[in-house]
């Protein structure tokens, strides 16, 4: 009997069809999470890495994490964008330390192995030896070709100002990795417009990494958890809202409509609805909406596996998954605007900021409850998930008492995971 036999008790299955009732070992387990790894973050999926405005100019990068392995995050020459693994190829050297700077050529501290920005390997010291009292010491064997060893480089897709990369020379393009619907939500928030990047924000939280992307595929929670959207008006569980979901059930998006005139009626009443609680700068408040919302006043998209894409009001984020173990991931948080924001639409956006983030007013609750599932899920591997709002089957709705987003996300997962 194995450790995880002991451990589970031997009740470690999952009956086919049944995408409501999650084992908690999915959330725990050592192998499982090994699995995820191969089959999600280095295999037949895109891995949002960085957006184009973190690397304006030629050598500009920053390294980026893709599951367990580091990766450069480059700008070339021709201003086209690689992403090679940080891996030399000598003997190995995660050589790359710094997280962005300014390289024309990148070189392992070990040895000095030289590589160019297309990852090629330029120089090896001593490939020919070293001259010494009239005789040539040492050197690389005759056979020894610099261009069969230069740096794994990865697949690359760029569109509208954000990069991403896959492992994987199978993986299908970009466009086809969305679907249409979501592609929809894509370029509703990036349509092209140069992006300006205006700061980061980073938290390891004590949680399995597919639980947030539960969370942000979760409108079920909002109304309820978000005691700061309830009391200063922000959202309401019966709001328009609707949920979207791409056609393997994998990437998702929450979509919400407030009505911004009787919204902002609403915040005059704030006191009524929690009485005492104030804000002491109500500008965080001051949103206005901008033409490219269309109808939608919020969207989340949630792209599996690693990225968040969020707009709530005009706080404009993306969100990156990094996991760390079964038990940990790290979060980080781009916040960005646009090249063309007037400097007020700036300031506002980075006040509406701080509703995110670590510490933000609605985003602290979210890292503090994942962190209290991890620890039943510890606590109790034998149990499982109780996934049955608005039914047992995947789908979208037309409202926000679902969970149906992240029943489609676990029949995706079942089938990739063959479990
Ligand atoms: S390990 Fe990189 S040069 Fe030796
Ligand atoms: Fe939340």
Redesign the pocket.
Known sequence: MNTHEIQFHGKRTWEAGNLSRVPYWVYTDEDIYRKELERFFYSGHWLYVALEAELPAFGDFKQAMIGERSVIVIRTEDGSVNVLENV?A????A?CREQSGNRKELT?P????NYDLQGQLTGVPFRRGLKQDGQVNGGMPADFNPADHGLRRLQVAVRHGVIFASFDPEVPPLEEYLGADILAYYDRVFNGRKLKVHGYSRQRIPSNWKLVQENLKDPYHAGLLHTWFITFGLYRGDQKSRTVLDAHGRHGVMESRRNLNAANEDLKKVGSFKEGMKLHDERILDIVKEDWWGEPTTSIVTVFPNLVIQQQSNSVTTRSVVPRGPHAFDFTFTHFGFEDDAPEMTRRRLRQANLFGPAGYVWADDGEVLEFCQQGYRQAPGRRTITEQNGKDFGPSDHTITEGLIRSMYSYWRKVMEI
Not at 90 to 93: D, I, M, Q
Not at 110 to 113: A, D, I
């Open positions: 030399c000598h003997k190995g050297a050589f392992c070990y040895h000095q192995w």
